[in-house]
């Protein structure tokens, strides 16, 4: 779209964007789009893995922004990028994944779900 003009998609990633798992564990991520105003295109949604690709038999994505990664491993870390397009317009929200535990305690970009106090980044 051009400048100042607002995409037709509102799209949205659930709570909590920054999932830290450990390994083994089953993940979702829930993306949700609607068109600002009707289309006649239809509205999909479909997930990625940035720079890479989402972990082949492990991971469902249901076509409508739910992607379930079962049994995760430490190569599933990453970005996570939900897109949704409706015709020519395309608009794209990340997640991001880290398996396993940081011995340093810190996650990056969020708390450390295993320390009750805050961490301080």
Known sequence: PAPGQEAP??????EPRIQIVEIGQTVTFDCSARPRFQT??????TWAKENGVLPQGRAEDNGSGVLIITQVQSDDSGTYVCTATAG???VTERAQLTVGRDPGGRQPGGRDPYERAPVVV
């Open 40 to 45: 006649p295109d239809p509205l999909t949604i």
């Open 9 to 14: 998609i509102i799209i949205t990633v659930s």
């Open 88 to 90: 020519q317009f395309v």
